[in-house]
């Protein structure tokens, strides 16, 4: 039976040969669209099983070396997610981390490279914050490439649940506010000199900006003891943005900056925010007012009274920018704002496209913070005694004379960005712009488990420590009773001051006054003049 079909078979295939040759064409073909089909999925499957089993290394850990997968500075913590401690600092609270990372290329990244690392740059502040904001703001700065921090820290960042983890950290230096490091100021060459005595015996603000140079003073010494090229003072409501170098980096653009340059101006750009609710600046803002050093003068003028919105200046507070120095002999601070040298002008050079990124007023709490520092009356002649700018003054008295409400409405008015249609036409004309960059380090840094891994990590204070830092908190509270209006001190010390500025005077050479937080180019009403306020 099989031969006799298979001899039918062969006495019929000559009639239909040409069919016969279409089906062979269409099996080839199903094979062929089969084989592509399921050699794929085939591949994902395998890829899949294996990468589950540990069998693929992720791309970007190939960039590190083995086993060194930290963020910089965080040598000794692990940057894999660790149980977030509900016996932590409440000031915690936002610091945790999501499980999804929305912005994961960091993870495993290894952004330190110690003394390889050229070149070194240190930051410098004055802050009396919590964790919520030191952390973000310095791991930020680590991310664009600081490597080390000198913080000068009072009131909530001296006490022993913050400085404990501020200590734990590496290349974070924490100095407190003792008596014997105010006694040590007393005798510093700064205090000693002319050029910032204008500022000296006064109350809040100016008792802030005399606190901040005679700080900067110890940090250059630290930083030539640490080996730094760059020293930048910045306050914890301040970012570094690098734009204008070739990737994301304040190393890289410092790295471009000519041999014989001392000092590099990085212009401000002012925080503008959107709503009244903002809790965490860094990670809800941004948008931004432009500095004028980065606008053309026509569209900066042209376009100010929009920009102003019936405020005293083109920004709320300060707009002369901050400054990072070359590390060398002869180094001071010239103010919060600036460096100078003993022997020399230093030759600086402003910069067309970085800036700095000041988050000011960017919460509502931060009309009642400023008036809870200060013991000034809230009068319009009073203030002046206590703040440079016209806006902080301004801010104060309302924060001081009105209800929640009324307090809430005025600062829907002056500070918040509410309107839509200005808002599109300032971002058109290039006034105000935005920049995401901050938001999603920041972000990702929080996501990745950076922050609660810090916290979990850090050491139990010790005894001497915790009784460090009571002593410290207590020297704090003894410095800030002596700023209300009734300094018997400082007015003792005053004449002796003014002596002192009338026998140095002419001994100076390069004693310039200290540059103090300047408000931009203003207009004068009616009239096509420019006021330098």
């Known amino acids: ?72 500075g965080m040598e000794s913590s692990l940057l894999s997610p660790l149980p977030h401690s509900t016996s932590r600092s409440s000031d915690c609270l936002n610091l945790g981390r999501s499980s999804s990372p929305s912005f994961p290329y960091y993870h495993n990244w290894k952004l330190d490279f110690g003394d390889s690392l050229t070149p070194k740059i240190c930051v410098t502040t004055s802050t009396s914050a919590g964790l919520e904001q030191i952390l973000p703001w310095m791991f930020y700065h680590k991310v664009i490439g600081v490597t080390n921090f000198f913080l000068f820290v009072e009131g909530k960042a001296a006490s022993p649940e913050v400085s404990k983890v501020l200590e734990s950290i590496p290349g974070v230096k924490v100095i407190y506010r003792t008596k014997q490091l105010e006694e040590q100021q007393a005798k510093s060459r700064i205090w000693n000199e002319t050029w910032l005595a204008s500022f000296f015996y006064k109350p809040c603000n100016y008792e802030l900006f005399v606190k901040q140079s005679l700080n900067m003073e110890i940090a250059i010494v630290m930083a030539r003891d640490a080996g730094m090229d760059w020293i930048l003072h910045l306050d914890t409501d301040e970012l570094i943005h690098p734009a204008g170098a070739r990737e994301y980096s304040l190393r890289q653009l410092l790295l471009d900056v000519p041999g014989n340059v001392d000092m590099v101006i990085f212009p401000n750009y002012e925080s503008s925010v959107e709503k009244d609710d903002v809790k965490e600046p860094f990670s809800e803002v941004t948008m931004f007012k432009k500095n004028y050093d980065h606008l053309p003068k026509d569209t900066y003028f042209g376009t100010y009274k929009d920009s102003v919105r019936g405020n005293p200046n083109y920004f709320l507070t300060y707009g002369n920018g901050k400054s990072v120095a070359r590390v060398q002999d002869h180094l001071r601070p010239n103010g919060a704002h600036r460096w100078h040298n003993y022997m020399k002008t230093p030759n600086e050079i402003k910069l067309e496209e970085a800036a700095v990124l000041h988050y000011t007023y960017a919460k509502f709490s931060d009309l009642t913070s400023r008036r809870d ?161």
């Open 1 to 72: 039976m099989p031969i006799t079909n298979h001899h039918n078979h062969n006495l019929h295939t000559p009639l239909r040969s040409t069919p016969s040759s279409s089906s062979s064409s269409n099996s080839f073909t199903t094979k062929i669209l089969l084989l592509l089909t399921f050699l794929p999925v085939s591949l994902a499957t395998i890829a899949f099983i294996l990468q589950w089993r540990g069998g693929i290394t992720d791309p970007s850990t190939l960039l590190s070396p083995h086993g060194s997968h930290n963020f910089p």
């Open 373 to 533: 520092r200060c013991g000034c009356k809230p009068t319009k002649e009073d203030v002046k005694r206590c703040f440079m700018l016209e806006f902080d003054r301004s801010a104060f008295i309302i924060a001081s004379t009105a209800t929640e409400e009324e307090m809430l409405k005025w600062y829907n008015e002056h500070v918040v960005w509410g309107d839509k249609e200005l808002k599109i036409k300032l971002l058109r004309k290039g006034i105000l712009t935005r920049i995401y960059a901050p938001m999603v380090i920041i972000q990702s840094l929080r996501e990745s488990g950076v922050f609660s891994s810090i916290i979990a990590s850090a050491p139990t204070l010790s005894k001497d420590k915790f009784l460090h830092s009571i002593e410290s908190s207590n020297s704090t509270r003894a410095v800030a009773s002596i700023s209300h209006p009734s300094r018997k001190i400082g007015r003792i010390k005053e004449s002796q001051a003014t002596a002192r500025r009338i026998l140095d005077l002419q001994s100076s050479v390069f004693q310039e006054s200290a540059v103090p937080p300047q408000s931009p180019p203003g207009v004068v009403e009616d009239s096509n003049l420019i006021s330098h306020s």
